[in-house]
């Protein structure tokens, strides 16, 4: 069994509006999948339905088991960062650690340790002499120091500045990564994540707008920077998403033989922020 | 268990100041008022004009006792006089001095419990550290129960602790003033007060009050894990309103009594002063029984919405 989430019509509603309209996907064994789409997108509801957090209608497998069975079941091999700065202001850095230490099975203290010996944040702290960058260390430092097979990550540089923002990604990548852990990443901020990911999932009204691992995004998609003589051939190819730039038009182009491409100007991969624009000005439409 | 254990001591660290500090400070200030107030008398009755803190400083407590013959002999007459009283008599007389000085800490006791529990399951809503703990393999049951626990079982046993030192320190400053009159010391100041009778009984009337007024706190936790805002006032507006709705359609008072029945002990810490017995004859039946199912099912709710609960 490598699959780590299997979702198979997922659907969550508040009332009439359908946060979840009947969403499929599966995330493997060892993949980090960036959960990208606008604020309202469905993201979140679809991270606490994995969680066992909320109630939500379908099929769904985390890790072989229904999160409906209890969220405390999962939390043994799941582990979330909803947000930062979510650490309860009164408690000690000493005690966050005598807690997990006391409540999980999978935590190494001596590992949180080794990581917060590398900060300035000290045993005696209290969450509300820390700063929100080192709150996030902290948050990250427990939350990585658990052995689970799939890490949660809903939003979790938000609010950060761009020094704090690198640093935790670069931690999660070298201190954390291993290839047995899956971990999802939900932002909005797309550019961050994009070296980091492995599949990408667009989600947008409540739907899945684009289900692809990153290596495939070169075969499926083709930026091209078209030469002004020939753009109305180009337009002729039905391009997902027309940019101008400089007096310049750049056409990204879905499932379209590369054959035809190549005369119409440069070609290269787009970016994920590109293509999140496209998919979803597309899904607008 | 270990796991439980940690949960509980998440409570100690959460509210260390009203559950450890602040009925040392009660318990302290009380003791300061039984020590000067016995120092005083020691000093030479006067004591109305005398700064008690300063008499405490200078109080060498058998020496003190010459300032004053005529006073000090009234002291010793006093004594002794006590000391040839029926047992019964001074058993009464010392039950209620002994019960008397841990009312504050009593009273305290049940304020910083009710507090304790309007905000249990609200403030980490409120403050989104929710987020955290639910992040955490520790079911909403275990979560409920170890508030529970801590409110029926932990802070009574610190606040209790607080009351024994209370007592040790009455039973030795006036075993220090006795010294000297000429008073048997173990069976007019000792086997009277029956400290450790009266500890067994305090915790068995904390823990009994507790288990009879569980419906009381239970629903606290209810509002606790399910008010957006001001959970005060849907603990005491609900409750309210039924009684209202009873007075004007109702013919009986079952639910101004059932509810009255369980809060007012919780305020009455004076019950005590007439013995334990009474308290378990009027509590210890199938009415408790009721209390505590009634208790349950609210702790049910509160578990119910606190699986529901999520960042405010």
């Known amino acids: 069994m490598s699959d780590v989430v ?204 684009l289900d692809s691992p990153m290596d495939n995004l070169a075969d499926s998609f083709c930026e091209v920077i078209v030469k002004p003589e020939l753009t109305d051939k180009a337009q002729g190819l039905n ?24 005369p119409l100007g440069d070609l290269h991969v787009p970016s994920v922020a590109d293509l999140f624009v496209a998919k979803l000005q597309r899904a607008a439409r | 268990m270990n796991k439980f254990t940690i949960l509980l001591r998440r409570e100690i660290w959460e509210n260390k100041s009203s559950f450890i500090y602040l009925p040392i400070v009660v318990a302290s200030l009380c003791a300061f008022f039984v020590i000067s107030g016995i120092g005083a008398l020691q000093i030479g009755g006067d004591f109305v004009n005398i700064d008690a803190d300063i008499n405490y400083k200078s109080n060498q407590i058998t020496e003190t006792y010459n300032v004053d013959d005529t006073f000090d002999s009234l002291v010793g007459r006093g004594l002794q006089d006590f000391s040839r009283q029926p047992e019964i008599a001074k058993r009464n007389a010392l039950n209620g001095v002994y019960l008397a000085i841990s009312d504050p800490l009593i009273l305290t006791l049940r304020l910083v419990i009710i507090f304790y529990l309007v905000m249990s399951l609200y403030q980490d809503r409120k403050d989104r550290s929710i987020l955290f703990w639910k992040s955490m393999p520790v079911s909403d049951f275990t979560t409920v129960l170890s508030k529970v626990i801590t409110a029926l079982i932990i802070v009574p046993a610190i606040y209790l602790a607080c009351c024994m030192a209370l007592h040790l320190v009455l039973l030795l400053v006036s075993t220090l003033s006795a010294l000297g009159y000429d008073v048997p010391i173990w069976s007019t100041l000792w086997a ?121």
């Open chain 2, 192 to 312: 009277p007060a029956g400290i450790i009778t009266r500890w067994f009984e305090m915790a068995s009337y904390l823990l009994i009050v507790g288990l009879w007024c569980l419906p009381f706190y239970a629903w606290v936790l209810v509002v606790s894990s399910r008010a957006k805002s001001v959970p005060l006032a849907w603990i005491i507006g609900l409750p309210l309103v039924l009684i209202l709705l009873e007075a004007i359609f109702g013919t009986t008072g079952h639910v101004k009594d059932f509810i009255s029945d369980h809060i007012a002990p919780l305020f009455m810490a004076k019950d005590l002063e007439r013995g334990i017995g009474p308290i378990f004859d009027r509590i210890m039946n199938v009415e408790l029984l009721i209390s505590i199912a009634i208790g349950f099912a609210f702790i049910a709710g509160a578990v119910f919405f606190r699986s529901k609960a999520d960042e405010l």
């Open chain 1, 6 to 209: 299997k979702a198979n019509g997922l659907t969550k509603s508040y009332g009439d509006f359908k946060a979840l309209d009947d969403v499929n996907f599966t995330i493997e064994k060892g993949s980090i999948v960036g959960l990208i789409g606008p604020n309202g997108a469905g993201k979140t509801s679809t991270l606490k339905s994995i969680l066992g957090l909320t109630e939500f209608e379908g099929e769904l497998e985390v890790l072989g088991t229904d999160p409906r069975k209890g969220r405390h079941h999962v939390m043994e091999r799941v582990c979330f960062i909803a947000d930062v700065g979510v650490l309860p202001r009164w408690l000690k850095v000493s005690e966050a650690l005598d807690y997990i230490e006391g409540v999980h099975a999978g935590f190494s203290r001596e590992k949180a340790e080794a990581m917060l010996a590398e900060t300035n944040i000290s045993p005696k702290q209290r969450v509300k002499q820390l700063s929100k960058g080192m709150v996030t260390q902290l948050h990250l430092a427990l939350i990585l120091s658990i052995s689970v097979d799939l890490l949660v990550l809903d939003e979790p540089t938000l609010g950060l500045d761009i020094l704090y923002r690198k640093a935790f990604y670069d931690q999660l990548l070298n201190d954390y990564f291993d290839h047995e852990t899956s971990i999802i990443i939900s932002t909005h901020q797309v550019e961050e994540i994009e070296t980091l990911l492995s599949h990408l999932l667009f989600i947008d009204q409540g739907n899945i707008v």
């Open chain 1, 239 to 262: 391009p997902i998403h027309i940019r101008e730039s400089l007096g310049q038009k750049s056409m990204i182009f879905e499932n379209v033989d590369r054959s035809y491409l190549e």
